[in-house]
């Protein structure tokens, strides 16, 4: 059952419905915007969290990026804001106002003295009215038994006292001390005890604080001081919180700060990066679409390019989730960028190749925090792996590409950091940078190995490796022919030297030419008697059927041969340079010989055609002449030069005049050059040998 499926989805694919659509292409550039856009999201957008006060950290969390850390900045601000004095001015109010208070105690005081009539009692209740609230009431008693100057004396003194220390700083510390500073104050005077003890007395609960604070200038001060506090910052790659650590509000406040916290996504990174790709895979789609036609990739290609695009995004993705899930950050430089550029370059075309590992670098930049020196990496590791396996020759050369990548790597890495300030360099780091950048290639390489023959067996693709192993005379295919039909396996041989030389010249694919002249005649080994090559004897068995029978037989040597190839599982290329070797070329001796037995004029020249196609590619029509060319050139009963470049020019002009080429890109100039490969090549072949004697005669003639 799966293998039904399988085969029904090859079938699918070497379909030209599917090949040719131009839906489906237009499709295959939107899907691979819309699977790199899902894929590299998560890359570019920083990871959330959404922790509790309390909770233990399931990982360790670094900073993604450098941001200000509100928290301790907020302290700091607050500790140089506590750290500014108020801001004092003198009130000259609280010296007047202290001095009006103890004047009218003294003044009330000097009238009710001088007043006989008023009782004891009424005189000590009305003074006590003018008094200052803590004043004792045995001072207004002894003021009420002194005389009007004794009362004056104490007035002076107790003015004297408060200017003194009122018109300077009098902090709520000197209140405390009140009743001492006014015993000082009092050392100079002339008075005597009593009057000492109402001063102190009236004095003490007069004064006040006389500093006013300057709340406007003090908090302007303050904030100022608040304003030159730096900023803390929480720098890329620090630790917010270990591995089981436990959540405090100071770890939520950090990872607010650098956006790890919270359940929304960032809209305005989502829709510059949707733009980002749009802008991305535009050019990459205009690039595609303007090359020329020869370079032309159809839509299996097409998707075979978008599925090694996903896979590439794939392993991006996965290496940021292992930076961001505690990984150290140096996991980027064992990324296998190179990868993608090997598979390109194999698999679809070494020019495109080029394009995508630019394209593959910016990506993976762009995940790596739109790092340039990734990108710079990227492109380095990814233009190397491309250019070493752009002819390869056995599997060996992808372990060749893998330790050139490595190399490349070093060096890169190495001119990164030395292009850094010399006290950011940090040897262990650059050591284990350099080591790990060195296994990126071999890593890039095995990976290569190992992917190459899902993509060679899954969609049947011609690869180098895969057509060397097509090559090899230990087939079963070849083997089956050189046993059953040795003539038409020597036929296939030269044919694949012919096709070789030329494809070289034209700029063709040599490899694809040599490999599909092997295969294009096994199905002549279904009737290996009725072809030329093959028959060991001068009997012809096409001697004894009808033209029109013998037509038959020969064109569907084609058919068979498919039917052949496609049973062994060959990959499509070959099997069209098998379906359109002879192209819908005429069959002209057995039309010949069918109109020499025609009595009624009914043969028609169409009806000793092959079915087709015609050529559509340069390695198809290579195939078709060199065929003709060998075919021709071993009939010829004398090969000289002369005669073989005849019959040469002879077969193409003939293919041109039948419009077996129309649909191929071959130009006149390809077709002159191809001629001289032709000539070189043919002169090894059918060279002119000289004739050895005959060893019995020689015998004979000495015997005699």
Same mark, same amino acid.
Request: glycine share 6%; with cysteine.
């Given at each position: ?6 085969? &029904? ?121 003018? &008094?200052?609230?803590?004043?004792? &009431? ?21 003015? #004297? ?73 929480? +720098? ?93 950050? #140096? ?53 190397? %792996? ?35 300030? &010399? ?27 190992? /992917? ?12 180098? /490796? ?78 004894? /059927? ?9 064109? #569907? ?11 062994? %599982? ?10 359109? +070797? ?104 059918? +060279? ?17």
């Amino acid at each position: 059952m799966w293998s039904k499926w399988m085969l &029904a989805i090859r079938q699918f694919l070497d379909d030209e419905k599917f090949r040719e659509n131009k839906r489906i292409r237009h499709g295959l550039y939107v899907a691979l915007g819309v699977v790199l856009y899902i894929v590299l999201i998560g890359t570019v957008l920083p990871p959330t969290y959404d922790f509790r006060v309390n909770e233990t950290s399931p990982l360790t969390i670094r900073a993604p990026i450098t941001a200000v850390n509100t928290f301790a900045t907020n302290k700091a601000k607050q500790a140089a804001m506590a750290a500014v004095q108020p801001i004092f001015t003198l009130d000259p109010t609280k010296e007047i106002n202290a001095k009006a208070e103890a004047d009218t105690l003294y003044d009330k005081a000097i009238q009710l003295v001088g007043n006989p009539s008023l009782s004891s009692t009424s005189t000590f209740n009305q003074l006590k009215l003018y &008094a200052p609230p803590k004043v004792s &009431a045995s001072t207004l008693q002894v003021l009420l038994t002194m005389d009007p100057q004794q009362i004056l004396n104490v007035k002076q003194v107790s003015d #004297s006292i408060i200017s003194n220390l009122l018109s300077t700083e009098f902090t709520s510390e000197s209140m405390s001390q009140a009743s001492l500073l006014v015993d000082q104050a009092m050392l100079g005077d002339n008075l005597d005890n009593v009057s000492r003890l109402v001063v102190q007395d009236v004095v003490t609960h007069v004064l006040q604080p006389n500093l006013k604070e300057q709340t406007q200038e003090t908090t302007q001060k303050r904030q100022q001081a608040a304003n030159e506090t730096p900023d803390v910052y929480i +720098h890329q790659g620090d630790v917010i919180v270990s591995k089981s650590g436990v959540i405090t509000s100071t770890v939520l406040s950090e990872l607010k700060d650098v956006g790890l916290y919270g359940t929304h996504p960032d809209y305005s990174i989502l829709i510059g990066f949707a733009l980002f790709m749009l802008i991305a895979v535009g050019l990459l789609r205009v690039y595609i679409e303007h090359r020329p036609s020869r370079r032309r990739i159809d839509n299996l290609l097409l998707l075979i390019l978008i599925l090694i695009l996903a896979l590439m995004s794939i392993l991006i993705l996965v290496t940021k989730d292992i930076i961001n899930g505690g990984g150290p950050s #140096s996991a980027a430089y064992l990324m296998p960028i190179s990868m993608g550029a090997m598979l390109i370059t194999v698999l679809v075309d070494a020019s495109l190749a080029v394009v995508t590992s630019f394209f593959l670098s910016l990506l993976f930049g762009a995940a790596m925090g739109y790092d340039f020196w990734f990108t710079f990496i990227g492109v380095v590791a990814s233009l190397v %792996g491309g250019y070493s396996v752009e002819r390869v020759t056995h599997r060996g050369t992808f372990m060749r590409a893998g330790f050139l990548v490595s190399m490349m790597n070093i060096v890169a890495i190495l001119a990164m950091q030395l292009l850094l300030p &010399a006290r950011t360099t940090n040897l262990h780091s650059l050591w284990v940078h350099l080591g790990i950048g060195g296994l990126n290639g071999l890593v890039s390489a095995i990976l290569t190995m190992g /992917i190459l023959p899902f993509f060679e067996n899954s969609f049947g693709l011609l690869t180098p /490796i895969r057509l060397l192993e097509l090559s090899n005379p230990g087939n079963p295919l070849l083997k089956k022919l050189l046993m059953e039909a040795p003539g038409t396996y020597h036929h296939s041989l030269i044919v694949g030297n012919l096709a070789e030389a030329a494809a070289e010249i034209v700029g063709a694919d040599p490899l694809i030419c040599r490999v599909g002249a092997y295969y294009h005649d096994v199905g002549k080994m279904r009737r290996p008697a009725f072809f030329v090559e093959n028959q060991m004897t001068k009997e012809n068995p096409h001697d004894k /059927i009808a033209p029109s029978l013998s037509h038959l037989i020969i064109t #569907s040597h084609v058919t068979d041969g498919l039917e052949m190839l496609e049973k062994a %599982g060959l990959p499509k290329p070959i099997r069209d340079i098998c379906a359109t +070797h002879h192209g819908t070329t005429i069959l002209w001796y057995f039309y010949n010989k069918a109109r020499e037995q025609d009595k009624n004029g009914s043969v028609h020249v169409d009806d000793y055609r092959y079915p087709g196609p015609k050529p559509k590619t340069r390695e198809n029509a290579i195939l078709m002449i060199c065929d003709a060319v060998e075919a021709a050139v071993r009939s010829m009963s004398k090969p000289t030069p002369g005669r073989i470049e005849g019959v040469i020019r002879k077969i193409i002009r003939d293919r041109l005049q039948d419009g077996q080429l129309d649909e191929c890109d071959l130009t006149l100039q390809d077709l002159d050059a191809m001629v001289g490969a032709f000539m070189k090549t043919l002169k090894g072949i059918y +060279h002119s040998r000289i004739e050895y004697p005959d060893p019995d005669k020689i015998r004979k003639e000495v015997a005699k």
